[in-house]
């Protein structure tokens, strides 16, 4: 992360840009602003922001269609900005890989607070001098520089999905409820929504489970999810 972090504002609303950027701009972070999604996804591209701030709902490209292609080749994180009755799209959203989500009106204060737990806690996650790199079976996850290997390949995960993942694998046999997940990991309260939870495990089951791993990621109905080494 920089010394001065740039935070990109992907929205439409003028108003938007101008409360946030001085928020933003209050504690040190740079930002910049995209106005419709063809330019938000251009500005990605170039600027190679530290976070995205990614409202759903935009002229030219929906907040969706930036977010699918950012995920090809990114970990960048992705806040999306929702509106209440977009509850869908919010969930397809963060199946394709937002970390985070606000709902529409809010504070920005609000947003500043999720971004700055986003960034510290990628940034500690990095730095700590704790044990950092786990090696099980075929699967190869190392904190200290957010990657994921499956067979010797790098695999393109989230943060939030390598923080679940490294959590789970961590702990073999452990069962962790997805409010314990939510807690632990996004380190707030998430609004109560733990689809987030089943949302990323989705997502890291698509990605990585395969038969002949050696592990798995199994599903404790009406619990949440442990980490199995093994039959």
């Known amino acids: 992360m920089a010394m001065y972090p ?19 701009s209050s504690e040190g972070y740079e930002h910049q602003s995209a106005y419709d999604g063809q330019q938000a996804l251009e500005m990605v591209e170039s600027l190679h922001p530290d976070m995205v701030v990614l409202d759903l709902m935009m002229p030219r490209m929906s907040g969706i269609d930036v977010c699918r292609p950012i995920r090809q080749t990114s970990s960048i994180p992705i806040i999306m900005l929702t509106a209440k009755g977009e509850e869908i799209d919010r969930i397809l959203g963060l199946e394709l890989g937002a970390d985070d989500y606000i709902v529409k ?7 500043l607070a999720r971004v700055k737990a986003v960034l510290r806690r990628m940034h500690e996650l990095k730095d700590s001098g704790k044990a950092s790199h786990l090696v099980v079976e075929n699967l190869d996850i190392d904190m200290s520089a957010f990657t994921v290997k499956l067979d010797g390949k790098l695999m393109p995960c989230t943060p939030k999905e390598i923080e679940i993942l490294w959590t789970l694998a961590n702990n073999p046999g452990m069962v962790f409820s997805r409010e314990h997940l939510l807690q632990s990991i996004w380190g707030y ?4 929504d733990t689809r987030a939870v089943d949302s990323h495990i989705k997502r ?4 990585l489970c395969k038969e002949g791993n050696g592990w798995d990621i199994k599903t404790v109905w009406g619990v949440g999810y442990r980490f199995e080494i093994g039959e």
């Open 6 to 24: 740039l935070i990109l504002i992907c929205d439409d609303d003028p108003v938007v840009h101008e409360s946030l950027g001085l928020y933003l």
């Open 105 to 111: 009106p809010f504070s920005p204060r609000e947003v």
């Open 189 to 192: 309260d998430f609004l109560g």
């Open 204 to 207: 890291i089951r698509a990605k």
